[in-house]
Nanobody, 127 residues
Framework: QVQLVESGGGSVQAGESLRLSCAAS????????MGWFRQAPGKEREGVAT????????TYADSVQGRFTISQDNAGSMVYLQMNSLKPEDTAMYYC????????????????????WGQGTQVTVSS
C-alpha cells in the first residue's frame, strides 16, 4: 500500500514561513507526480504545487508562485513545500498526493489526477 504522511503544519502570523514535509512509501512506480493541494472550509480542493519525481519539473498555482517552493529527495520518497510570505488566504488543510504513474504536466494540478493521498496537515495564517 502506498502511504503518504504529512507533517509541518501550524499556526503563524502573516509574512512568516512554514515548511511542510511528506514521506512517501510503498510505491512501485518511479515516474510519478507528487503534489501539494489545499482545501479551506466551504471551498473546493485546489492544486498548489507539483513536482515530477523522475525529472524534477515543477508546476505552481498562480496564487503561490514566487512564494512557495516544492522540492524532493530521492525521486519523490520525500517531498517538501517551503512556504514563505504567508498570507491569511493561505489558511487551509494541506494535503500531499501521488499519482499512480505518468500523467501529462498539464493535468498535474488537478485533484482527479491523483490516486494516493495523505491525511492532511493544517496551516493557519493570522493577520
Amino acid at each position: 500500500q502506498v502511504q503518504l504522511v504529512e507533517s509541518g503544519g501550524g499556526s503563524v502570523q502573516a509574512g512568516e514561513s512554514l515548511r511542510l514535509s511528506c514521506a512517501a512509501s510503498g510505491y512501485t512506480t518511479s515516474s510519478d507526480y507528487m503534489g501539494w493541494f489545499r482545501q479551506a472550509p466551504g471551498k473546493e480542493r485546489e492544486g498548489v504545487a507539483t513536482i515530477y519525481t523522475s525529472g524534477g519539473t515543477t508546476t505552481y498555482a498562480d496564487s503561490v508562485q514566487g512564494r512557495f517552493t516544492i522540492s524532493q529527495d530521492n525521486a519523490g520518497s520525500m517531498v517538501y513545500l517551503q512556504m514563505n510570505s504567508l498570507k491569511p488566504e493561505d489558511t487551509a488543510m494541506y494535503y500531499c498526493a501521488r499519482t499512480n504513474g505518468i500523467i501529462v504536466r498539464h493535468l498535474s494540478l488537478r485533484v482527479e489526477s491523483y490516486k494516493y493521498w495523505g491525511q492532511g496537515t493544517q496551516v493557519t495564517v493570522s493577520s
